[in-house]
């Protein structure tokens, strides 16, 4: 890991002051962009250059965040809202980013999202709350020019994002309407030889893993441990 201090500040001020040019996302609580897994507790810290990215499509439902700071706030390399008090939720998908990625790996790894600001899912919630359908809404190209910016600066070793379940696989055609990704192998499991697991080339620069969403998916017997210790395998091997 470089120890040259790594600061996306600029960026995270850019997105403070487009929210604010745009009230309607302030409907949600919070936004997610560069915010290290581990802020504390496992040695993380915020001021290295992280080597993995975890990129989510954007964040859940928020609604239970508004208990614990009232006011807008972010999930952030310069603030976690949660750093003092995570929700059970939180606390559970924490761990199982830990099982997943090692500890090792683990605090190496920042999270963004796809769009920045929650919402109940992204079909109805997402209409209801800012009154726009999600896809080819009118603010996904300012959060793509701050993601990719974010990308040129880590040159992480991977970008990994939970978007494979037999329910949900259309997730990663989301991901392909803003991304180039080509399909560079496909990993089966031993239990039933369906794919776990797909690698692709993004925009012809970085290598990105998909796979199902820690702790969650439609599982069969063992294929969580199994999937843990092959994207373990993935990312070490470089």
């Known amino acids: ?37 581990e802020y504390q507790g496992l040695g993380g810290n915020t001021k290295l250059k992280p080597e993995f990215i975890w990129m989510g499509i954007n964040p859940g439902n928020d609604e239970e965040n508004w208990e614990e700071t009232k006011d807008n706030d972010e999930e952030t390399r310069d603030r976690n809202f949660q750093i003092h008090k995570r929700t059970q939720s939180s606390k559970n998908t924490m761990k199982e980013f830990i099982r ?16 920045f600001w929650g919402s109940d899912g ?31 600066r880590i040159n992480p070793k991977f970008i990994i994002g939970p978007h494979y ?19 560079i192998k496909e990993y089966r499991n031993k239990i039933n030889n369906n794919v776990f697991i797909e690698r692709y080339l993004m925009d012809d620069k970085y290598q990105y893993i998909n796979c199902k969403f820690p702790g969650q998916g439609n599982w069969a017997p063992g294929e969580w441990i199994e999937m843990r210790q092959k994207i373990k395998n993935i990312i070490n091997e470089n």
């Not at 996306?8 to 604010?20: C, F, G, S």
């Not at 090792?104 to 769009?115: A, G, P, R």
């Not at 992204?122 to 020019?145: A, S, T, V």
């Open 1 to 37: 890991m470089n120890n040259k201090i790594f600061s996306t500040t600029d960026l995270i001020e850019k997105i403070r002051d487009y929210q604010n040019k745009n009230p309607e996302l302030l409907k949600s609580h919070h936004f997610v962009f560069d915010c290290p897994l």
């Open 100 to 115: 997943l990625l090692g500890e090792e790996n683990f605090i190496k790894t920042t999270l963004t999202e796809m769009f």
């Open 122 to 152: 992204i079909g109805e919630g997402f209409k209801n709350r800012y009154g726009y359908p999600f896809h080819n809404n009118r603010h996904m190209k300012f959060c793509l020019e701050i993601n990719k910016e974010l990308f040129k």
């Open 165 to 183: 379940a037999k329910k949900t696989k259309n997730r990663i055609n989301i991901i392909k309407n803003y991304f180039n990704l080509e399909l």
